[in-house]
């Protein structure tokens, strides 16, 4: 059975540009979300989406934004990129209906911004 | 509002030394607390989670945790240390107010020496 599965695994972009990252979650989870583990930070949650809702969102400006398709694969997007911008983009999923389920990890998007 | 602490960036213990990392939590309502590992260029990986009524945990790898309510604590313990667990730790909670949200800790590197 296929993990949780990211793309790009690097991106580079300029300040000002946007960015777009991708994430499909394991067969039959209905539930996605996205973190930021920037340096010395730990993972700061980001969105959470269920059956194509935006359920919950972490203290991050609307230029973090995102979407949840059909199949449950979700895109991240942040615009106008600024510096501090650059970290690992992790995206999790999980079944839904108990709050103690785990969350399955992708490897991760690594955003840079120069 | 939930928050995670792990007051120790860094963790060494000699390989066979028994281990700990510590974690104390804050909730409104009743914690779902997890542990998670990640290893140098790869996404989060579950290690163990809380549940009711039990207040050690066994999990992956010979890891266990125990829950002290009245200390909001849950520390990750194992017997005997390997070098192979050097990793980054992170200690996690929900609780039954907050939706689904996880909110993570900064992360407990932990080096083991041979």
């Known amino acids: 059975e296929a993990g949780v599965t990211q793309s790009p695994t690097h991106l580079i972009k300029t300040r000002g540009q946007q960015a777009t990252l991708r994430c499909s979650p394991i067969s039959g989870h209905t539930s996605v979300y996205w973190y930021q583990q920037a340096l010395g930070l730990g993972l700061q949650f980001l969105l959470w989406?269920?059956?194509?809702?935006?359920?919950n969102r972490g203290n991050f400006p609307p230029r973090f934004s995102g979407r949840q398709f059909p199949n449950y694969s979700s895109e991240l997007n942040v615009n106008a990129l600024e510096l501090e911008d650059s970290a690992l983009y992790l995206c999790a999923s999980s079944l839904q209906g108990k709050r103690n389920e785990k969350l399955f990890f992708g490897s991760g998007t690594q955003l840079s911004v120069l | 509002a939930q928050s995670v602490a792990q007051p120790e960036d860094q963790v060494n213990v000699a390989e066979g030394n028994p281990l700990t990392v510590k974690c104390t939590y804050s909730?409104?309502?009743?914690?779902?607390l997890f542990w998670y590992v990640q290893y140098p260029n790869r996404g989060l990986q579950f290690l163990l989670k809380y549940i009711t009524g039990d207040n050690l945990v066994k999990g992956s790898y010979g890891f266990e945790a125990e829950f002290n309510k009245s200390q909001t604590s849950f520390h990750l313990k194992k017997p005997s240390a390997l070098v192979s667990d050097s990793a980054l730790y992170f200690c996690a909670v929900r609780d039954d107010t907050g939706g689904f949200k996880t909110i993570f800790g900064a992360g407990t590197r932990l080096f083991v020496k041979a």
């Open positions: 909730v409104s309502g009743n914690p779902y």
């Open positions: 989406y269920d059956e194509g809702e935006e359920r």
